[in-house]
């Protein structure tokens, strides 16, 4: 999941620094994520898990690292299968 992750931020991103540079905790905003692009990495994820990030889960804090993204990620495809 994180490689698909990885692959979003760097299609969708606009990241100034490469995604593989960027480590699983660190700061996607820090290294250079907009608002505007999170939603464009949200948009893309969505459609590439199938998925529906819920209204809870849309905030910057779910989507400001890889290994945060991957949670929410998790929780919602864990939230689809029950």
Do not use: C, W
Not at 11 to 29: F, M, S, T
Not at 54 to 68: D, G, I, T, Y
Request: aromatic share 6%; charged share 25%.
């Amino acid at each position: 999941m994180k490689q698909t992750i990885r692959a979003l931020l760097a299609k969708h991103g606009n990241l100034p620094v490469a995604i593989d540079d960027v480590a699983d905790a660190a700061d996607l905003y820090d290294a250079g994520l907009s608002s505007f692009a999170s939603v464009q990495v949200m948009l893309a994820l969505e459609e590439e898990f199938d998925v529906e990030f819920p209204e809870h889960l849309l905030n910057r804090k779910s989507f400001s690292s890889v290994e945060a993204i991957e949670a929410a990620l998790a929780e919602i495809l864990e939230e689809q299968a029950a």
